[in-house]
């Protein structure tokens, strides 16, 4: 067995948030007055902190940009656990994986928004490591969310798989020197992916079992 080590992007990789995102972002706009979003700016930006996929979705300056996430954490606890679901197959997929790997999770997510997220949808007790915004120094694409999960768990690079729906993922676990698993079906286009060259590419949850065999 290559890999001992399976460390998973949440929003797009495990979870469709899209809609819950979408929804918190365009509440924000209706309280600051903002007659529309950048819709596709917003999507492409999710992975990265949250003040900066505010920044880029809302068309906002570096200082209009705190008071909006004040409102976007609100608007996000008023909808995301009735707009959050896994992705077809992923429960199932991480009950099997649960037994021959250790299983972590990396998220540009607020720690608590996430943790409670995970735990709504049942599948926090399957990770061994849970890592949020506030539990690194550098935000994705830098390494230290796949650093923390390598360093906690004492597991060298070359056995761990990263698995992410984003460029951002991706080049997160390249700067780790790890192997990457890109997922099609999240916020970013297989086209974009290919170009940061992952070890793997796959079209559904699932698929993750043919490339640990």
Same mark, same amino acid.
């Given at each position: 067995?290559?890999? %001992?080590?399976?460390?998973? !992007?949440?929003?797009?990789?495990?979870?469709?948030?899209?809609?819950?995102?979408? #929804?918190?972002?365009? +509440?924000?706009?209706? !309280?600051?007055?903002?007659?529309?979003?950048?819709?596709?700016?917003?999507?492409?930006?999710?992975?990265?902190?949250?003040?900066?996929?505010?920044? *880029?979705?809302?068309?906002?300056?570096?200082?209009?940009?705190?008071?909006?996430? !004040?409102?976007?954490? %609100?608007? &996000?606890?008023?909808?995301? +656990?009735?707009?959050?679901?896994?992705?077809?197959?992923?429960?199932? /997929?991480? !009950?099997?994986?649960?037994?021959?790997? +250790?299983?972590?999770?990396?998220?540009? %997510?607020? /720690?608590?928004?996430? +943790?409670?997220? *995970?735990?709504?949808?049942?599948? &926090?007790?399957?990770?061994?490591?849970?890592?949020?915004?506030?539990?690194?120094?550098?935000?994705?694409?830098?390494?230290?969310?796949?650093?923390?999960?390598?360093?906690?768990?004492?597991?060298?690079?070359?056995?761990?798989?990263?698995?992410?729906?984003?460029?951002?993922?991706?080049?997160?676990?390249?700067?780790?020197?790890?192997? /990457?698993?890109?997922?099609? &079906?999240?916020?970013?286009?297989?086209? #974009?992916?290919?170009?940061?060259?992952?070890?793997?590419?796959?079209?559904?949850?699932?698929?993750?079992?043919?490339?640990?065999?």
């Amino acid at each position: 067995m290559k890999y %001992k080590l399976l460390v998973f !992007d949440f929003d797009g990789t495990l979870a469709d948030s899209e809609a819950s995102i979408m #929804e918190s972002l365009q +509440l924000v706009a209706q !309280d600051l007055g903002i007659p529309a979003f950048d819709r596709d700016g917003a999507r492409r930006s999710i992975g990265l902190p949250l003040r900066r996929t505010i920044e *880029m979705g809302l068309g906002l300056a570096p200082e209009e940009a705190p008071e909006a996430v !004040d409102l976007y954490r %609100k608007r &996000y606890n008023e909808v995301a +656990l009735d707009l959050t679901h896994l992705f077809p197959g992923v429960n199932e /997929t991480l !009950d099997r994986l649960r037994h021959d790997y +250790l299983l972590a999770v990396a998220s540009s %997510k607020s /720690t608590q928004g996430l +943790l409670l997220m *995970m735990r709504h949808l049942g599948i &926090y007790e399957i990770f061994s490591l849970i890592s949020g915004a506030q539990d690194v120094q550098q935000p994705k694409p830098a390494p230290d969310m796949v650093l923390l999960a390598l360093e906690s768990m004492n597991i060298p690079a070359q056995e761990c798989l990263v698995v992410g729906d984003t460029v951002y993922d991706i080049e997160m676990g390249q700067r780790a020197f790890t192997d /990457t698993c890109a997922v099609t &079906y999240g916020n970013h286009s297989a086209d #974009e992916l290919r170009c940061f060259n992952p070890t793997f590419i796959i079209n559904a949850f699932p698929h993750l079992m043919h490339c640990l065999e």
